[in-house]
Nanobody, 125 residues
């Protein structure tokens, strides 16, 4: 699967942004798609992931730091996975990446083999 992230920008603290990850490839629906971020001088960290479960539903996981503020949604028809980010804080400033994994229920960046280019999110205080 090939992935392309977009939607980053500069926003004031307390504001909102919506990131979008566009996927190409016929196996999109079988992939776990995740959002990760990397701030300067820090390691890449998990933000949120979505994968289909065996019952035909979706499992969505969020990092504790973004729970209640970020919402991930997948549109299989459009082949997009969006990340709605509300109540943004300066600590959310980072380069955000979307990534794909053939594994289910994973959140570690090491489990993701397909990466798009990053999109910068900068939150000013």
């Amino acid at each position: 699967v090939q992935l392309q992230a977009s939607g980053g920008g500069l926003v004031q603290a307390g504001g909102s942004l919506r990131l979008s990850c566009a996927a190409s490839g016929r196996t999109f629906t079988s992939y776990t798609i995740g959002w990760f971020r990397q701030a300067p001088g820090k390691e890449r960290e998990f933000v949120a992931t979505v994968s289909f479960n065996s019952f035909g539903g979706e499992n969505i996981y969020y990092a504790d730091s973004v729970k209640g503020r970020f919402t991930l949604s997948r549109d299989s028809a459009k082949r997009t996975v969006d990340l709605q980010m509300n109540s943004l804080q300066s600590e959310d400033t980072a380069l955000y990446y979307c990534a794909g994994s053939v594994l289910t229920g994973v959140t570690s960046p090491n489990s993701f083999g397909s990466w798009g280019q990053g999109t910068q999110v900068t939150v000013s205080s």
